[in-house]
């Protein structure tokens, strides 16, 4: 995958809190007590409750976003690193964060022009870089948890470490597609938000054929679905931002599915026991048919995982 060097980047949606005094919180809190969505945070916070790493959360279900949240006191964002240095699709081929900030710029793109064709309002979320640890309207949480989507506020929290992770604990194959379809999942669940479809699913809900299960494999649907129209979404110059997706840029995203199944982290990184009732973003094959879903069909109402007799896989 690569980017258009000509394109201009747009980095008004990001808000760069490394080296802004983000910290402060538990890890495995946000995503199971605030209500925040991520790509593998509540496994990894059901591991660590297992094999006694500890993590910590309240009450509080998943509710209706209420509108672009502020900063918490005390926490201040610094776009200028990220817009300083994210300028064009050239800085996007070799600069991580730029990359990033390109990835978020063609999901703006693709859901503000689904929605409307749809006639439904859309805001785009803000996507957060922090280091280590940070606050959100969903609670504190660390870089343990992965990447993660706060309902609450409708925002987009990921320490960039996580890629180097995918691929040094989880053996993924990485690459750029890969690293854009974890982004394109936690804007999934900004999708699901703005539907109301995470009010679905209760907290602390968990199973094979749970809500949660059920969100998560979706928001998996709707990164395919974007994967899909990634290289005809247009800049303001009307050429696409995306360019040079190949088989093997798709199979990498796959890959990075199936290494963060429930099955998976359990029997590979949970010393070995694999624990059903315990499961809440669904197995490696499961995540993996989703995706394939959406990337194949390109139709987001292909992705009703909470349809009535619907086959999860």
């Not at 995958?1 to 000509?6: A, G, I, L």
């Not at 059901?46 to 006191?73: E, V």
């Not at 703006?108 to 280091?131: V, Y």
Request: glycine content about 18%.
């Amino acid at each position: 995958m690569r980017f258009d060097e000509n394109a201009d980047l747009d980095t008004s949606n990001i808000d760069d809190l490394r080296g802004g005094g983000g910290g402060g919180g538990v890890g495995g809190r946000v995503a199971v007590g605030g209500g925040g969505l991520g790509i593998i945070g509540l496994i990894l916070y059901f591991l660590l409750s297992s094999f006694g790493g500890g993590g910590s959360g309240g009450g509080g279900g998943l509710g209706l976003p209420s509108g672009l949240g502020s900063l918490p006191q005390g926490q201040t964002a610094d776009t200028s690193q990220a817009a300083s240095s994210c300028r064009s699709g050239a800085q996007a081929n070799t600069e991580l964060d730029c990359e990033v900030v390109a990835v978020v710029n063609s999901l703006d793109g693709f859901w503000s022009d689904t929605f409307a064709r749809s006639n439904i309002s859309f805001q785009p979320p803000r996507t957060n870089f922090f280091s280590g640890s940070v606050r959100t309207g969903c609670g504190g949480a660390t870089s343990d948890v992965g990447p993660f989507y706060c309902p609450t506020d409708n925002e987009i929290y990921i320490d960039l470490t996580f890629f180097r992770e995918l691929e040094t604990r989880f053996g993924a194959e990485g690459g750029p597609f890969a690293r854009a379809y974890v982004i394109a999942h936690e804007y999934g669940h900004h999708v699901q938000a703005l539907l109301g479809t995470n009010q679905r699913v209760r907290a602390g809900d968990a199973g094979p054929t749970s809500g949660s299960v059920r969100l998560e494999l979706q928001a998996d649907c709707y990164a395919g679905v974007w994967a899909n129209h990634a290289t005809s979404v247009p800049t303001a110059t009307g050429r696409p931002l995306i360019t040079d997706v190949t088989q093997e840029d798709v199979s990498a995203a796959l890959d990075t599915a199936g290494r963060i199944g429930d099955d998976y982290i359990q029997s590979q990184l949970g010393g070995g026991r694999v624990d059903r009732s315990q499961f809440t973003h669904g197995t490696s094959a499961q995540r993996e048919r989703w995706y394939a879903t959406g990337y194949q069909t390109g139709d987001p109402t292909r992705c009703d995982t909470f349809a009535r007799g619907v086959n999860l896989g």
